[in-house]
């Protein structure tokens, strides 16, 4: 004869105490402010991280978002640019992954 066991005061308040603070904290970011994705631009393109990519010998979008802490999308974007301004070669293309190295 199985079935669910009557839960004990104790826990019955814990539940109640987790669902509340777990409405506050979502209820406090939905109205809260918004995160801003940072966009790389060249004026902003510092000599720091220049000299992080100097350093690189292959540049993916999974490094670049790591090491600079940036999403991943803006990662991809970043690279893209680049290898439009000349700065980064296109090296190889799997199905989810390009790769790219400085240019010369």
Known sequence: MGGKKKR???QIV????KKTDKKQKRGA????????????TKPNLG???EGELKR??????YSVASRFDLR???A???LKD?????MVTFVSKSRNLRIYKLAD
């Open 8 to 10: 004990s005061m104790k």
């Open 14 to 17: 814990k539940t109640q105490e």
């Open 29 to 40: 970011s939905l109205s809260g402010e918004k995160k801003s994705i940072p966009r790389i």
């Open 47 to 49: 000599a720091k991280i």
């Open 56 to 61: 690189m010998k292959v540049l993916t979008p």
């Open 72 to 74: 991943l999308s803006v």
């Open 76 to 78: 991809r974007d970043f």
């Open 82 to 86: 680049l290898e439009r301004k000349g």
